[in-house]
Nanobody
Framework: QLQASGGGLVQSGGSLRLSCEASGSIFGFNAMGWYRQAPGNQRELVAHIGGVTGYADSVKGRFTISRDNAKNTVYLQMNSLKPEDTAVYYC???????????WGQGTLVTVSS
């Protein structure tokens, strides 16, 4: 129901655009978020979009979240990537994500130095 895609291997300073398509019943009017989990770390919220957008301090100014309601898709444009951005990236509704439920398949982003 939540399928993230667009990950890959990129050099430091490079860019990637992640996409996440959700079923209409999920996407609806829900606030959506992009999360990431690096090896050995807890999953963290990096960006969210609903009535407003918000970003973690670590990605502010480099990542941009957007959504296309007609396509039930949320995007994460990631620029100026750093090795510390290496993680599996997931999308979810904010309600589910913050309650740690209903995770779909993530997409791996690897940033080489």
């Amino acid at each position: 129901q939540l399928q993230a895609s667009g990950g890959g291997l990129v050099q430091s300073g490079g860019s990637l655009r992640l996409s996440c398509e959700a079923s209409g019943s999920i996407f609806g009017f829900n606030a959506m978020g992009w999360y990431r989990q690096a090896p050995g770390n807890q999953r963290e919220l990096v960006a969210h979009i609903g009535g407003v957008t918000g970003y973690a301090d670590s990605v502010k100014g480099r990542f941009t979240i957007s959504r296309d309601n007609a396509k039930n898709t949320v995007y994460l444009q990631m620029n100026s990537l750093k090795p510390e951005d290496t993680a599996v990236y997931y999308c979810n509704t904010l309600i589910w994500g913050n309650n740690n439920i209903n995770w779909g398949q993530g997409t791996l982003v690897t940033v080489s130095s």
